[in-house]
């Protein structure tokens, strides 16, 4: 019982060190090779670590907070490009190739015109990583993540502070998922809500000795789900910006209209039935319950 109550800081700083250090060596396979897989976990550290902070900023020095999540940030924004890229030519590749309405030559060069884009951002990410500024970021983020000072004493023992922190977001998720009306956008703002949270769930449940699986299992099933459409709507955006010539973009943009909405409406009809019945991982944690500690 001592080891649960006590305040916490010490292996929630270690948590923060720890995911500071994943962001470096995932920096460091995409500095080697910068392929999807590589700059996707890139992105993922980034993230992760970035939800956690988030999620105690109230127990984190305000300076140091700022600055690490401004670097954070930084690098999540500087991988964009390349990750909207990849995401772009596997979804849109395969309509190219498969879109009989359009001439050989012209899916041709459509597809080159995907790996261009696809190489320009490679080559703009290689770029800013050979920078000093990308090397300063880097040994900023691992120096402030290891400062002693970014951690203060928290107010509560971990494990309450985790489910009173756990009952808020996912109360408020369920006032979100139960909406009349979720658009692309609001999906979109909804599926980062449900990310990281599942991060904070998968990175502080284990300090608290309560399984994190059950829980973070059902939040990445929505993330995933929310994700694809995220992606397909984000192609048909690029497709009405008109990048193909004549009216290719308009001809794809018309075959994905269907997966499109199909992909939106299963979306909205499992939110809707998380908000009205929420799976058994949720109940214990929306209630509040510390004893979910002792669930094995």
Known sequence: MARAAHNGRAPFARLISRYAD????????????PGPDNVHDLRVATRRLRAVLKAFRGQLDRRLYRELNFDLSSLTSATGPLRDADVRRRLLIQLIS???????DVRRDCAVALEEARQDARRELRL???AVLWRERMARIRAAARDGGLVVMLPQPLLQFVALFLRGQLRELR????????DPRRLHRLRVRIRNVRYVVEGLLPLVHARSEPLAKSLRWLQDRLGLAHDLTEAQRFLSEGPFPGTVGATL???LDARTARQLRDCRRALRTFARDPPAAWRPWLKGDARVRSVR
Do not use: F, N, Y
Not at 24 to 29: S, V
Not at 175 to 182: A, F, S
């Open 22 to 33: 994943g962001v470096r060596r995932a920096a460091e396979r995409v500095a080697r090779s």
């Open 98 to 104: 498969h879109a009989q309405d359009v001439a050989p």
């Open 128 to 130: 800013q990583m050979r």
């Open 175 to 182: 006032r979100r998922m139960g909406r009349r009306r979720l």
């Open 253 to 255: 943009a018309r075959s």
